[in-house]
């Protein structure tokens, strides 16, 4: 068995140095609890789920994006104020937006001790230019398309990385469809078909006045 | 006519060397675009190959000719509402598809399948192992050139569990069986007794193949030695299933999640030991007798009673925020569903964890320095969907 991750938390924070991990709590009944690591941290602590001889997680079984886009949540506050003289209550709205990031996760599985899953994920400083992570392909080569498939549908950007290309998008494909923020374009052409021109010859016979096909 | 016009600068020898040529070519390259409407792709799947001669140097597989974002359609409906569409994914094997989504959201929402459904469960998912690595088997020997008979050889057996399959759920393919908390009707009457049937004619017809086919000196030449996957590649390219035991690592998710009941039903892992196309296809007539054990035992021990947990809801399913990953040992390799909750009707985030694309990964690792002929069955090997891999 595993340790707890409270008590892995506290084990990388005295073996690494000044690493960022946190616990993020998961309150669904079966699943478990998952660390947050620092992306500047995150191939360190990879090398560590790796190599550690109690952990030993040598099998990157599932990693995916998630994205998290920016949140308003409006807030209404009541206020005593002077209005003309008058101490009057206001209602204002309160808009407080929270910036959105997109998100890594990683599922780890140790196939030599048969334990798992270890969940972490790592946040990229926002949605626009700062998508970037280290890429895990080095650590785990099981990686490699599932970071290409992320870079394809979520826009984060894996440095070092061998060949980030798309993964099922085409390559002249522009933007990255699984955001929650994505428009489908309405550029679909409309392409005459075989059926097309028959159905023109056909209006055009009837449209002549001569009957019969012969 | 005369030769005399012909003016040779020196008189040919009158002997001359036989050029040899060899598999190999003579350093010129050239790319070859393979798929995605080869027959031997096994769907809409393209790899580019770069040869030298008859010998691959390098190959790049290219996806998603089949791609519809499967995972955005599913945020977009409800929880439910793509149970049917995870029949499209590895379309072979839609009840194991069916089992690893229920499992995920039932991990999500708390829900515990009753004992009966828990059985029904085991024995659709080992007919539909059976049926994927019978079909396999088939395909992989049309690759080879064993034209037509053992195809269909093999499909006659499939056919006897898609009938199975088609008395239970109406379908014969496109099942959508599994519901979170248990299966969508029980099972009618009589079914029980067909499927023993159809178990205990399946060893015939297992024994009749392997005579047939495993000891062939052709089949022998072919794939033992070709595409070897070392077993440290194996796990750290996050291969799975069949591929990753014939790479000698004992790693069957029914063993170490024992999900379901499956610490219920003693049956052995097989293991290869050269990592080859061989020890891939013979891992697979392996497991196809663990099954049969596995079926034997689920079809005499299932108990009667309920089929769907009480507390499951089919209408208004909203699940507390939350996450959820579940994976199950499928034909292929590791199944797995993470689900994010965020306590609406639609799940917030909806991944599936391809088997056949990630088993993908080490391809290339495996074809070079092979033939191109080789590097169809290795293909044929791996055993892919594209309705998977693509989704």
Not at chain 1, 95 to 110: A, C, D, I, N, Q
Not at chain 2, 102 to 114: M, S, Y
Not at chain 2, 268 to 289: A, I, Q, T
Request: with cysteine; glycine share 8%; net charge negative.
């Amino acid at each position: 068995m595993m340790e707890s991750l409270e008590a892995l938390v506290s084990r990388m924070a005295s073996v690494l140095p000044a690493i960022d991990v946190s616990l993020v709590p998961n309150e669904a009944p079966g699943g478990p609890s998952s660390l947050r690591v620092a992306p500047q941290d995150g191939r360190r602590a990879a090398e560590f789920f790796k190599s550690d001889p109690g952990l030993r997680l040598d099998y990157l079984s599932n990693l995916t994006g998630v994205d998290w886009p920016d949140r308003v949540t409006k807030q209404k506050v009541k206020s005593k104020r002077l209005v003309d003289g008058v101490e009057k209550e206001v209602e204002e709205t309160l808009e407080t937006r929270t910036p959105g990031f997109l998100e890594v996760v990683y599922h780890l599985y140790s196939i030599e001790l048969k334990h798992g899953p270890l969940i972490f994920r790592m946040r990229t400083a926002d949605r626009m230019a700062g998508v970037h992570l280290p890429s895990m392909t080095p650590v785990w080569r099981g990686a490699e398309f599932q970071e290409r498939e992320v870079f394809d549908l979520y826009g984060v950007r894996f440095d070092s990385h061998p060949d980030l290309r798309r993964l099922l998008m085409w390559e002249t494909f522009e933007d990255h469809p699984m955001r929650k923020d994505y428009v489908e374009p309405n550029d679909y052409e409309y392409e005459p078909t075989a059926h097309d021109e028959v159905l023109a010859k056909i209006k055009e016979r009837d449209s002549s006045g001569v009957s019969g096909t012969a | 006519m005369s030769s005399s016009n012909l003016q040779l600068e020196a008189p040919l020898d009158p002997a001359f060397k036989v050029e040899r040529r060899t598999a190999t070519g003579r350093g010129d390259l050239l790319e070859v675009s393979m798929g995605p409407q080869h027959p031997s792709t096994h769907g809409v799947f393209r790899m580019d190959v770069v040869l030298d001669g008859e010998r691959v140097t390098k190959l790049k597989p290219v996806f998603g000719y089949l791609h519809r974002n499967h995972e955005k359609i599913a945020e977009n409906t409800t929880y439910l509402g793509s149970m049917p569409y995870t029949d499209r994914l590895d379309y072979f094997c839609s009840l194991t598809n069916n089992w690893a989504y229920a499992l995920t959201v039932e991990k999500l929402a708390g829900l515990q399948p009753p004992e009966r459904a828990e059985y029904i469960r085991v024995i659709t998912a080992e007919f539909t192992r059976l049926q994927n690595h019978v079909c396999l088997i088939g395909f992989l020997l049309q690759d080879m050139g064993a034209s037509g008979t053992p195809l269909m050889y093999a499909f006659r057996e499939r056919e006897a569990i898609l009938d199975l399959f088609e008395s239970l759920t109406g379908a014969r393919m496109m099942c959508n069986y599994m519901r979170f908390g248990g299966c969508r009707v029980d099972l009618p009457s009589g079914w029980l007794d067909q499927a023993s049937k159809v178990v205990d004619r399946f060893p015939r017809f297992l024994d009749e193949f392997d005579r047939l086919i495993s000891g062939n000196e052709i089949l022998a030449a072919r794939t033992q030695g070709v595409g070897v996957l070392p077993r440290e590649l194996a796990v750290s390219a996050s291969v799975t299933g069949p591929v990753l035991r014939a790479s000698g690592v004992n790693y069957d998710i029914r063993k170490v999640d024992k999900y379901g009941i499956y610490d219920r039903f003693s049956f052995r892992v097989p293991l290869g030991d050269h990592g080859d196309v061989y020890d891939r296809y013979m891992v697979r007539v392996l497991e196809m007798h663990e099954s049969l054990a596995i079926l034997k035992s689920a079809l005499r021990d299932i108990p009667p009673g309920p089929i769907m947990d009480p507390k499951a809801k089919l209408r208004s399913f909203k699940p507390k925020a939350g996450e959820a990953y579940g994976r199950i040992e499928s034909a292929k390799g590791e199944l797995g569903f993470y689900v994010i909750s965020d306590g609406s009707a639609n799940p917030y985030r909806y991944r599936v964890r391809p088997p056949s694309l990630i088993n993908l990964t080490v391809l290339e690792d495996m074809c070079v320095g092979h033939t191109v002929a080789d590097a169809v069955i290795i293909l044929g090997s791996i055993d892919i969907v594209l309705g998977e891999v693509d989704r």
